[in-house]
């Protein structure tokens, strides 16, 4: 069992900047792939970012891309989302997510286990 909680999120201008993190507790933390998903009212949940267990690898989707940096800290059994020049799209409800084994994944069905979310609300 793995417990996440994220934090950072919040209501920021146009073209600013926010870091999430997401706090890992339970079983080995550096076990686990990680992604970073987001939810607008009335759409369905996407992925916006994944990091695999040794952080050797990234993935972003097109929307964030060159914007976000995921990053990970296994001392500290910690996930971060770095979020620059955000727009109003990004706007959402932000998770974060864990897979045992090395590989993040695009699809939501593929992590075992999330965190309950942050609200990330950008005004022009």
């Known amino acids: 069992q793995v417990q996440l909680v994220e934090s950072g999120g919040g209501l920021v201008q146009a073209g600013g900047s926010l870091r999430l993190s997401c706090a890992a507790s339970?079983?080995?933390?550096?076990?686990?792939?990680s992604g970073w998903f987001r939810q607008a009212p009335g759409k369905e949940r996407e992925f916006v970012a994944g990091?695999?267990?040794?952080?050797?690898?990234?993935g972003y989707a097109d929307s964030v891309k060159g914007r976000f940096t995921v990053t990970r800290d296994d001392a500290n059994n910690t996930v971060h989302l770095q979020m620059n020049s955000l727009k109003l799209e990004d706007t959402a409800v932000y998770y974060c997510?864990?897979?045992?084994?090395?590989?993040?994944?695009?699809?939501?069905?593929?992590?075992?286990?999330w965190g309950q979310g942050t609200q990330v609300t950008v005004s022009s």
């Open positions: 990091i695999s267990r040794s952080g050797g690898s990234t």
């Open positions: 339970g079983r080995r933390f550096s076990s686990y792939a």
């Open positions: 997510a864990v897979v045992a084994g090395a590989i993040w994944g695009r699809k939501a069905s593929s992590y075992d286990y």
